[in-house]
């Protein structure tokens, strides 16, 4: 079975700031994506940051990046220099590949920062 | 931003009422899913298709079902809707050519009174 667990179901920081989100998940599977997606008030999904399984660097996007641990099975998500638009629900997730695109969902954290 | 058109966006319905959420695509995108938000749960999978009229059970299925006649248009089905079913429904978009990142619509709250 494919499960996501994310650990902090909520959190905050101070604006300026760096917190870190926790996923671990399991599967037995070498090939999948793994993601953190950001839901706002808005409600509105966003995608923020992506890796690839198959790549031992981290991936980094702006202030968001992430700690890849494959054989740990752990992706977790650090913000840094937190600003008040940080303030959402954040969902890890994987998929794997060739098998339909199924996407796996953790529970969420919700992240306050405060000004 | 990806073309994900949910409907209707929100809506009040009694139980035993059947109710159709449609999602419209113009991403002409293979992969198209329901999803169910709920507190303490995260999004949970009802249906996904792979193709028209190719379509798969996800986690949630019971008291559901869906269609797909047309690349660009997904149907989630509540043939006759329950309170438990009270959420804020999600349509997502995928395509492999796009490293699997799902692209989802702005939801759909659903109330069942």
């Not at chain 1, 926790?22 to 037995?28: E, I, L, N, Q, R």
């Not at chain 2, 303490?40 to 009802?46: A, D, F, K, V």
């Amino acid at each position: 079975a494919q499960t996501v667990t994310q650990s902090q179901p909520e959190m905050s920081v101070q604006e300026a700031e760096t917190v870190t989100l926790s996923c671990t998940y399991d599967t037995s599977e070498n090939n999948y994506y793994l993601f953190w997606y950001k839901q706002p008030p808005s409600r509105q999904m966003i995608l923020v940051i992506r890796q690839e399984a198959y790549k031992q660097q981290n991936a980094t996007e702006n202030r968001f990046s992430v700690n890849f641990q494959k054989a740990a099975k752990s992706f977790s998500l650090k913000i840094s220099d937190s600003q008040l638009g940080d303030t959402a629900m954040y969902f890890c997730a994987f998929m794997i590949r060739y098998t339909g695109n199924q996407f796996y969902f953790g529970t969420g954290t919700s992240l306050t920062v405060i000004p | 931003d990806a073309g994900i058109t949910q409907s209707p966006r929100h809506k009040v319905t009694e139980t035993g009422t059947p109710v159709t959420l449609r999602c419209h695509q113009t991403e002409n995108h293979r992969y198209m899913y329901w999803y169910r938000q709920d507190p303490g749960h995260g999004l949970r999978l009802i249906h996904y298709s792979y193709g028209v009229k190719d379509t798969d059970k996800g986690e949630v299925s019971d008291g559901y079902s869906v269609s797909r006649s047309k690349t660009e248009d997904f149907l989630l089905t509540l043939e006759s809707a329950t309170s438990s079913q009270t959420s804020v429904y999600f349509c997502a978009i995928s395509e492999h050519s796009q490293a699997g990142e799902l692209f989802f619509g702005e939801g759909s709250r659903l109330t069942v009174l």
